[in-house]
């Protein structure tokens, strides 16, 4: 599967190379864009540094360039405008940008750094069971387990916050379309924003503070200020708490992924490595494992097709 999966990132890399061109000069380089950028997932697969990309017997027969840069140079090319372009372009690709979802997850999962660390842009936030230092992956799941969207920030940011910015580049959405979320994301603000963005989706999720609600239910000035879509959340818990509990069940769908993006060879892991340091170097680290992440379903998916064939 490993050749299947490397072939499978060549190609998107050289086909999104091609797409965006060489715009960093007046001379074309010596080593192309699609080089730098393959280079880069190669060392992110392998979980090494990008001087370990630079040296030559650290390839076999799935990629062995004839000619590789120095590390200063690669390390430059590398946070170039062109090639990251040619990242999210790969992303979008593998991530089916463009597929229509009938089911969204979204939630956040930290990513840590020692707690000793000197990285300035690491924050410390609470996680499960305490507080710890680093960051966070903010991510949208479909149905079909690919992560579509992602950001990521310091550990500190609130998730909610977060998701408002990621309503824009959700994908096309299916009418009566449900998007899971946890209790962190229950708030007006982000219902008001998900019926703008996505008018035909609902937020389905537990309710905050609900254990603070009389019996005689929300003030008539509170349900006016949450918004429609609130609204009908708060009635349905009210109505029918039983059919919102199993369907609630479908929300496991992201940590599974979570547990798979983790878990895997090759994949996130819980913590940073430790050459992997500042908010820019995280984002494009963290991005190309979700590109692994991505690739590797949809190599799956083929190969259970020719196997069903």
């Given at each position: 599967m490993d050749r299947e999966l490397w072939t499978l990132i060549r190609q998107t890399v050289k086909q999104a190379a091609k797409e965006v061109g060489?715009?960093?000069?007046?001379?074309?380089?010596?080593?192309?864009?699609?080089?730098?950028?393959?280079?880069?997932?190669?060392?992110?697969?392998?979980d090494?540094?990008?001087s370990w990309a630079c040296d030559r017997i650290h390839y076999n027969g799935l990629f062995r360039p004839r000619k590789l840069p120095s590390v200063s140079q690669f390390t430059r090319r590398v946070k170039s405008d062109d090639s990251q372009r040619i990242l999210q372009l790969v992303h979008d690709r593998l991530a089916q940008r463009g597929v229509v979802i009938d089911e969204g997850y979204i939630d956040g999962k930290p990513v840590l750094v020692s707690p000793v660390s000197k990285d300035r842009q690491a924050t410390r936030g609470k996680i499960s069971g305490g507080f710890a230092k680093g960051y966070k992956l903010h991510a949208f799941v479909n149905e079909h387990r690919r992560i579509v969207v992602f950001s990521v920030t310091g550990l500190h940011e609130d998730e909610k916050t977060v998701?408002?910015?990621?309503?824009?580049?959700?994908?096309?959405?299916?009418?009566?379309?449900?998007?899971?979320?946890?209790?962190?994301?229950?708030?007006?603000?982000?219902?008001?924003?998900?019926?703008?963005?996505?008018?035909?989706?609902?937020?389905?999720?537990?309710?905050?503070?609900?254990d603070r609600v009389g019996e005689e239910g929300h003030h008539p000035v509170t349900l006016r200020q949450m918004g429609p879509q609130r609204r009908e959340l708060v009635a349905a818990w009210k109505h029918c708490p039983g059919l919102?509990?199993?369907?609630?069940?479908?929300?496991?769908?992201?940590?599974?992924?979570?547990?798979?993006?983790?878990?895997?060879?090759?994949?996130?892991g819980t913590a940073l490595p430790s050459w992997v340091r500042t908010l820019d170097r995280v984002r494009r680290w963290i991005g190309a494992k979700v590109v692994l992440y991505n690739a590797r379903l949809t190599v799956q998916d083929r190969l259970r097709k020719a196997a069903a064939a």
């Amino acid at each position: 599967m490993d050749r299947e999966l490397w072939t499978l990132i060549r190609q998107t890399v050289k086909q999104a190379a091609k797409e965006v061109g060489w715009n960093g000069g007046r001379r074309r380089p010596r080593f192309p864009n699609w080089l730098i950028v393959a280079m880069y997932f190669w060392a992110v697969w392998h979980d090494r540094t990008m001087s370990w990309a630079c040296d030559r017997i650290h390839y076999n027969g799935l990629f062995r360039p004839r000619k590789l840069p120095s590390v200063s140079q690669f390390t430059r090319r590398v946070k170039s405008d062109d090639s990251q372009r040619i990242l999210q372009l790969v992303h979008d690709r593998l991530a089916q940008r463009g597929v229509v979802i009938d089911e969204g997850y979204i939630d956040g999962k930290p990513v840590l750094v020692s707690p000793v660390s000197k990285d300035r842009q690491a924050t410390r936030g609470k996680i499960s069971g305490g507080f710890a230092k680093g960051y966070k992956l903010h991510a949208f799941v479909n149905e079909h387990r690919r992560i579509v969207v992602f950001s990521v920030t310091g550990l500190h940011e609130d998730e909610k916050t977060v998701a408002l910015h990621l309503l824009p580049y959700l994908p096309p959405t299916s009418p009566q379309a449900l998007i899971f979320k946890d209790s962190n994301y229950d708030s007006a603000p982000l219902h008001k924003g998900a019926a703008e963005v996505a008018p035909d989706a609902t937020l389905v999720g537990p309710l905050k503070g609900q254990d603070r609600v009389g019996e005689e239910g929300h003030h008539p000035v509170t349900l006016r200020q949450m918004g429609p879509q609130r609204r009908e959340l708060v009635a349905a818990w009210k109505h029918c708490p039983g059919l919102l509990e199993l369907a609630l069940r479908a929300r496991d769908t992201i940590e599974r992924v979570f547990g798979v993006l983790c878990c895997t060879a090759g994949g996130l892991g819980t913590a940073l490595p430790s050459w992997v340091r500042t908010l820019d170097r995280v984002r494009r680290w963290i991005g190309a494992k979700v590109v692994l992440y991505n690739a590797r379903l949809t190599v799956q998916d083929r190969l259970r097709k020719a196997a069903a064939a």
